[in-house]
């Protein structure tokens, strides 16, 4: 909150001059993993490019300052408040998709309480229930929807109240809640403790597009003032992305990874990134447009955001074109 | 009288003066409204809740939890206060008691007390209630050891009964200094609802503030502070009027 | 000679390790005006509390001899501070009226007539604070006196007020008294006003506080505290009063600046 009102006293002032160092703003989840790489494994020196992290508690926290540019890049989570953020003429840009849901790395996750295990065999037995959920109008949350929209019901046929991923598991322990829609590793240290069970992963509905989940954004400020300086970062950065698929497929770079994880990150349990399932990430970070245009409507249509911003015109992948150029481009999906 | 009609224009017009230079501010462009909306966009916004009826079913879902929260703390509050403020031992328990456990944040054990409240209006009554029973207390234990002894003098040498006492000479007594300490629970209560209403609500003024932030409607978001202050300055009227019928000495 | 009404015996009181009243041995009779004076520390105040029965000796004896049923053996004046500030005039004046149970119409009729013999109608609805502290001492004498006790005991009633008030309040309240046959133990450190005021005047000594003499005062009845002034035994008996109480005056200053 601070921060936002930090961001609109500036907005109010003017912005101040940005200084060389790149700042990311970094959340400290496995998704910021090819940052922490980058770091470590010296890809940012090579690029000639001084990099520092900041750290923030949420997405939401962290767009105002990347749009003041505060910081010049942030992993923002796929919601309302980013499409809201654009619609407001917020100067920040879509440089490269981040994480996805995937058969197998599919960490968006209804996990529900272990007494339900027998009652509830499809979302149609959801009707009535009271399932948590971290953030109104965010990733999660439309994933509820979508799995109650595939059964036939609305989002409207479940209760839902906001509470934050620790504390959903004391909700259900009280049966509080229900259920709850969780990332990892909270899904499986849930499942480990006995409260939950994984009910629904996203990629067990969400194929054609799979749930689009984080993006990376760049600070306008910053790519219009030094663009070159954004073409080295995101070199860097893309080869984080592909030590970090690597890594998630279970390839030599793994362990190296996993350490990395566990020292920049908060997850410091080593055994958890083994049993949990790991994000999505597309080792040539194409941004499916679909994905992110199918969110918006939704939001849209429920009210959340008032008015549609133009998904073409939020993405500026000049630089993700130039680090493919350098790098080639991976094999697979 | 001149001079009190000048003070009351003042009094309208400065906030009004402050409004219509944000407005033009804005307009040309000096304050950037993709972070900071206009009074009229921000008015706007406020019409369309209200015209959904959202905000009055956030209005009154806050002012229902203020109020019961803050009557379930402040009576016993003053009970407990005026015991402790009269018996040196019963002081010299609880004070320990109060000290420690005053200090704690209610809003950092929220997510305890929704375990044994649950998640709807109770966990953010009893968040509420607690901050302004240990205000109050506090204060009254104050109001009550303050008391002139001489007051206890007179109330016996003029054959005060003991359940007189109470009534005639200790409450009103310490009643001056229970409503200071009722002021400034009623401030801290708001502070205190809103931001449970942040961390464990689906409405709420704090809710719906929080809910608008993390959804980047920034409009809203005013809307929702200034709600909250429009509430802090009724409620304050309110408790100032009740004051003044229940105080009139010292006006 | 009239009946006696207060007999006191060896009275003594400490307050820790404090011996504040030491051998205070007094007989008043019915009807007759005392007034104390000595030191500050001598114990006075002391003495008028346990008669008041708000405060218990160590030792020695009060016998009250009784009254008339129903009336209230004593009604104190303290100093300062003696009204509740959250009552009007008319509620502290009938405040002895309330605790015994008088009804309401009957309080307000009974006060009412009160404070028209002694000129506050004006200010009933008043409260405290909207007083001067002349008009504030006249309110709590009124509250005594409403209470229709045998005794008054007055404890430096006049104290806060300045000299010209004085003398006002003195003139008032013997005119009051003098027809009311009470019994009064009056506490000053102004040795003219308890010459003005009393039919004997006690000399304490410096802590612990025992008598030191017994002074009887023959100006007759009835008095005006201002006229008196004029007769010169009147001065005469001040400085002799004087000379009794300088040494413990001097006593005390001694012990309490000697200790600071």
Redo the contacts between chains.
């Keep these: 909150m601070r921060r936002l009102l930090l961001a609109m006293l500036v907005g109010l002032l003017g912005g101040p001059a940005f200084a060389q160092p790149v700042k990311i703003g970094d959340l400290g989840i496995l998704a910021d993993a090819p940052f922490y790489i980058a770091i470590e494994k010296g890809y940012f020196k090579e690029a000639g490019v001084e990099v520092s992290l900041e750290r923030f508690n949420s997405a939401a926290q962290a767009t105002a300052p990347l749009s003041t540019d505060q910081v010049q890049v942030v992993g923002g989570g796929v919601s309302a408040a980013l499409y809201n953020a654009f619609a407001r003429g917020w100067p920040v840009r879509i440089a490269m998709a981040r994480t996805r849901d995937w058969p197998g790395y599919s960490s968006d996750t209804l996990v529900l309480r272990n007494d339900l295990k027998s009652s509830v065999t499809s979302a149609k037995q959801l009707k009535g229930k009271m399932i948590a959920v971290n953030t109104p109008a965010s990733v999660l949350h439309f994933m509820l929807a979508r799995l109650m929209e595939s059964e036939g019901l609305s989002i409207d046929d479940v209760s839902t109240v906001n509470m934050a991923w620790p504390n959903m598991a004391p909700g259900m322990e009280t049966k509080a809640i229900d259920g709850g829609m969780v990332v990892e590793p909270f899904a499986t240290q849930f499942s480990a403790k006995n409260i939950s069970f994984p009910f629904k992963r996203a990629a067990d509905f969400m194929k054609s597009p799979p749930l689009e989940v984080s993006v990376v954004l760049y600070s306008k400020g910053w790519t219009d003032k030094n663009p070159d300086q954004a073409k080295a970062f995101t070199l860097a950065y893309l080869k984080g992305v592909r030590d970090y698929v690597d890594a998630m497929k279970g390839g030599p770079k793994r362990a190296e990874v996993v350490d990395i994880c566990v020292k920049y990150t908060s997850l410091k349990d080593k055994a958890m990134y083994d049993k949990m399932q790991w994000s999505y990430m597309d080792p040539n970070g194409e941004i499916s447009f679909d994905g992110l245009r199918d969110q918006q409507d939704w939001y849209a249509k429920h009210g959340y955001v008032a008015t549609k911003a133009n998904i073409e015109a939020m993405t500026d992948r000049r630089f993700l074109d130039y680090a493919l150029e350098k790098l080639g481009r991976a094999g697979d999906k | 009288m001149r001079k009190v009609t000048q003070e009351r224009a003042l009094a309208i017009l400065s906030p009004i003066a402050v409004l219509v230079l944000w407005q033009l501010a804005s307009d040309i462009g000096l304050v950037d409204q993709r972070y900071v909306p206009s009074p009229v966009a921000i008015a706007k916004a406020g019409w369309s809740l209200a015209a959904t009826g959202e905000l009055e079913k956030h209005v009154w879902a806050s002012l229902r939890r203020l109020a019961v929260g803050f009557v379930l703390g402040a009576v016993p509050g003053i009970l407990l206060g005026i015991v402790m403020g009269l018996s040196r031992w019963v002081r010299a328990a609880l004070d320990p008691l109060v000290a420690a456990l005053y200090p704690i944040p209610k809003v950092a054990i929220l997510p305890l007390l929704m375990l044994v409240f649950g998640l709807g209006d109770a966990s953010k009554v009893a968040v509420v209630a607690m901050s302004v029973l240990f205000l109050t207390i506090i204060n009254t234990t104050v109001g009550v050891v303050q008391l ?1 002894k ?2 206890f ?2 109330a ?6 003991w359940y ?1 006492l109470f009534a ?2 200790i409450l ?2 310490a ?1 001056p200094t229970i409503f200071a300490g009722l002021r400034i629970s009623l401030g801290v209560s708001l502070v205190v609802l809103v931001s449970a209403e942040f961390v464990a609500a689906n409405s709420g003024i704090g809710y719906l503030i929080w809910s608008s932030w993390q959804t980047l409607v920034v409009e809203n978001m005013f809307v929702g502070i200034i709600v909250v202050t429009i509430l802090g300055v009724l409620t304050t009227f309110l408790l100032h009027e009740c004051e003044r019928l229940l ?3 010292r006006q | 000679m009239s009946a006696i009404k207060i007999q006191i015996d060896r009275l003594a009181k400490s307050f820790g390790d404090t011996k504040a009243l030491a051998d205070f041995t007094l007989t008043v009779a019915d009807g007759e005006f005392v007034c104390i004076v000595g030191p500050s520390g001598c114990g006075k105040t002391t003495v008028l ?1 346990i008669v ?3 405060e218990k000796a160590d030792s020695g004896r009060v016998d009250i001899r009784p009254g008339i049923a129903g009336r ?1 053996q ?3 004046v ?1 100093q300062e ?2 009204l ?4 009007t005039v008319e509620d502290n004046v009938a ?2 009226l ?3 149970g008088v009804a309401k119409h009957e309080r307000r009729e009974k006060v009412g007539f009160f404070l028209e013999m002694i000129g506050l109608t004006r200010f009933r609805g008043h ?1 405290p ?1 909207q007083l001067s502290g002349g008009m504030r001492q006249r309110v709590s004498l009124a ?1 005594a006196l409403m ?1 229709d006790p045998e005794i008054l005991l007055m404890d430096e009633p006049f104290a806060a007020l300045d000299a010209q008030n004085k003398l006002i309040l003195q003139d008032e309240l013997l005119s009051i008294w003098e027809g009311s046959q009470k019994t009064v133990l009056f506490i000053t450190h102004g040795i003219d006003e308890a010459i003005a005021l009393g039919d004997r005047i006690v000399v304490m000594t410096a802590q612990p506080g025992r008598i030191k003499a017994i002074v009887p005062v023959d100006f007759p009845r009835p008095r005006s505290a201002a006229e008196l002034r004029a007769d010169p035994r009147f001065g005469a008996l001040v400085l002799s009063i004087w000379r009794m109480l300088e040494d413990e005056v001097k006593a005390t200053r001694a012990r309490t600046e000697g200790r600071a």
């Excluded at chain 2, 016996?156 to 009964?161: A, D, S």
């Excluded at chain 3, 509740?84 to 009552?87: A, G, I, L, Q």
């Design positions: 002139e001489i007051y003098d007179v016996r040498n003029y054959g005060t009964p007189k005639r000479v009103p007594g009643l105080v009139p000495w | 509390r008041a029965g708000l209230p004593n009604a104190m303290f501070h003696g509740f500030p959250w009552m405040l002895s309330e605790m015994r409260y604070q509250r209470a």
